[in-house]
């Protein structure tokens, strides 16, 4: 019987593992750069670290959660999100004594969506995180680390920064009711989707991709309206220092997120190029919910980024290969052919055989592999304790034996 993999999930491997192991080392050399450090969660946790901050209401809580009783009747789930699974490590874990304290990490997330281009049930993100500080520069911070991965990582590409402001927690509860009084009175030309979110939570419908939606959310009242003076002026200062970094600021009043945690400053970094899943990095500021997570009150901003969505625009990851391939001729030359084999491997070389008596055969899977170097053991070899090297780049052929082969691969 032939078993397939669950919807929804895929394999890594070939160019797309490469593709992806390049995005981890680029993650982890920008984060030192930064001055995050790395922290890893389990891929678990108890349902009520979600259930709340991401918004009891939220698509991602109502339909999307991975959530099932163990043996001792505990409700897990395995995590949609990582940013309450890294806030409850750093309270766990007694992290968030010297502030400010800035984490990153990498790993795996599980939603029941709709699996489609650039959105699987199981998927691969990233996060980076500052707790500790309300000061505008950590924004600026976090978006300009942002920016650079994404060059680094996607260097030809064409992505635009979209920023907004969502004011504080104050702020949202009056545009709310704003809001839903303008969806009700608009109700008729809503998606039956919409309609359903004008009293659970008006916002989540100016996220909505419905076309039958745009038309009424275009003529939305904005909620930059209503921010006050003091949100609005770090508003401005943050799109002033991004300017001066020369990273270019889309500014969309109607980005709002699909969590609930968030205030002041969102963002996200979109494509056009694959399809509708058009988020590549997403975040913004979320002050009050280290202490929703039974935290002190800290403030604190960072973002995710889907590792699929980038490897979907990433070219492929060329890269030679500097493993040493063994042509063994005969059966018989085992003995001389693995002294050259421990040799290499203990110089911290990379070496392989095809199991394969057959030069061709060897050479073949050589080039294939894009080797540099291959090392025949024929019969003269075997007889007189030496071993043929040839470099595959450029066809330089010597017959050395162990105490000086390192100087012609090297």
Not at 58 to 72: A, C, I, Q
Not at 334 to 345: E, P, Q, T, V, W
Request: aromatic share 10%; glycine share 6%; proline share 3%.
């Amino acid at each position: 019987m032939k078993i397939n993999p669950v919807r929804g999930t895929h394999d890594l491997f070939g160019k797309n593992i490469k593709k992806f192991n390049k995005i981890i080392s680029d993650v982890k050399d920008i984060a030192y750069q930064f001055g995050f450090n790395e922290l890893v969660t389990p891929i678990f946790e108890s349902t009520a670290l979600f259930k709340k901050p991401l918004g009891e209401q939220s698509d991602v809580v109502l339909k999307e959660m991975y959530t099932f009783k163990d043996r001792n009747d505990d409700e897990i789930t395995l995590r949609p999100e990582y940013t309450t699974p890294m806030i409850r490590a750093a309270i766990s874990n007694g992290l968030l004594n010297n502030l400010p304290v800035k984490f990153f990490g990498t790993g795996q997330m599980f939603r029941r969506e709709r699996p489609q281009k650039g959105r699987y049930r199981q998927f691969n993100q990233i996060n980076f995180e500052n707790f500790g500080s309300n000061d505008s520069f950590a924004d600026v911070e976090i978006i300009n680390l942002a920016n650079l991965l994404i060059k680094k990582i996607l260097p030809n590409k064409k992505i635009k920064l979209h920023i907004n402001s969502l004011g504080t927690r104050e702020n949202l509860i009056n545009y709310k009711k704003t809001l839903s009084h303008y969806f009700n009175q608009n109700k008729n030309f809503l998606s039956s989707e919409s309609k359903d979110k004008i009293q659970l939570n008006p916002l989540r419908i100016l996220d909505s991709k419905n076309i039958e939606d745009k038309e009424v959310i275009d003529k939305a009242p904005v909620l930059i309206d209503f921010l006050s003076k003091e949100n609005l002026n770090e508003y401005e200062e943050i799109k002033k220092c991004l300017n001066d970094l020369d990273i270019t600021v889309y500014e969309n009043t109607s980005l709002v997120r699909g969590l609930d945690y968030y205030c002041n400053t969102v963002f996200e970094f979109k494509t056009n190029e694959i399809g509708s899943q058009d988020t590549l990095i997403g975040g913004g500021r979320y002050d009050g919910l280290i202490e929703v997570l039974g935290g002190k009150d800290i403030p604190g901003v960072g973002w995710a980024g889907g590792i699929e969505r980038m490897m979907l625009l990433m070219d492929d990851v060329q890269s030679q290969n500097q493993s040493i391939h063994l042509a063994i001729l005969n059966q018989n030359y085992k003995s001389h052919a693995f002294k050259i084999y421990d040799f290499l491997i203990k110089n911290n070389l990379s070496v392989f055989w095809n199991y394969k008596y057959n030069l061709k055969k060897s050479l073949s899977t050589a080039n294939e592999q894009k080797a540099k170097f291959i090392v025949i053991i024929g019969e003269d070899e075997n007889i007189n304790n030496h071993y043929t090297v040839k470099n595959l780049l450029n066809g330089e052929q010597k017959v050395k034996d162990l105490s000086n082969i390192m100087e012609f691969i090297k």
